[in-house]
């Protein structure tokens, strides 16, 4: 962490964690370089994943979450859906990035991907090795998170954006058509100029949700969102209920079958 006079290495006191990336502390020096915190300011947000066991946090006190996606390795479109409402629950602002826009591969995605704009989210295409300015445009005086897949070249990125941040970068494998982790815990960068700073997440292919509930799950949706009271029954969860507004849209067309898939998905793993 930054103490104002240089990085302060510092621990936890006692068995105190759940310290995230972000996180404004009070610490105390216990020798030259070294300190303790002492507490954690409160939050003004927290992105983080779940599953039976543990959480993980990702970054705390942003602005935005910059979601990275790409055509190689192979796109799958739950783990975006899991990381957008993450955001949704949180209320951080997403961004889509679309990143690797120099790949003959990624104009299919670019057409899939398309009614997100429609929900309200920002759709970016980017080119990590060969333009990035829309990208810098948004991030400039914000504080954002990366997150995303293995291999979608979050650390290329970064190294792109932050000149001296000599983020690892890796290759993409093949036969298993994944990318291999390259960061291994979530890091602030500022970005040149001071203007600004970015946040890069470790990959993951996965993203657990655990911690929701039914009405946190059904706000995060903004298509089930915007239909809230149009239902035939005022406890509808939008399953087989005679009179469902959603159901009735996703058979207009007005609503993506691949996202209303997740959410029944989502329902499903509910406490």
Known sequence: MDGGEGVVECVTRGKKGGVACGDQVKFAFTSAGKGVIEAIEPRRNLLYRSDEFRSKLLAANVDQAAIVVAAVP???EELLIRCLVACEVA???ALIVLNKADLPET???ARALAPYSGLGYTLLRVSA???VAALEQHLAGHTTVFVGASGVGKSTLLNRLVPDANASTGEI???L???KHTTTHARLFRLPGDDGA???SPGMQEFGLKHLDLNSLMASFPEIRER???CRFHNCRHLKEPGCAVLEAAKEGAIQPSRLKVYHWLLAGLK
């Open 129 to 131: 090795r060969e333009n």
């Open 198 to 200: 970015l946040i890069d």
């Open 177 to 179: 058509d994944a990318g």
């Open 107 to 109: 104009e299919a995605l």
């Open 74 to 76: 192979a796109f799958h």
């Open 91 to 93: 209320d951080i602002p």
């Open 228 to 230: 809230r009271g149009q």
């Open 173 to 175: 494998s093949l036969a």
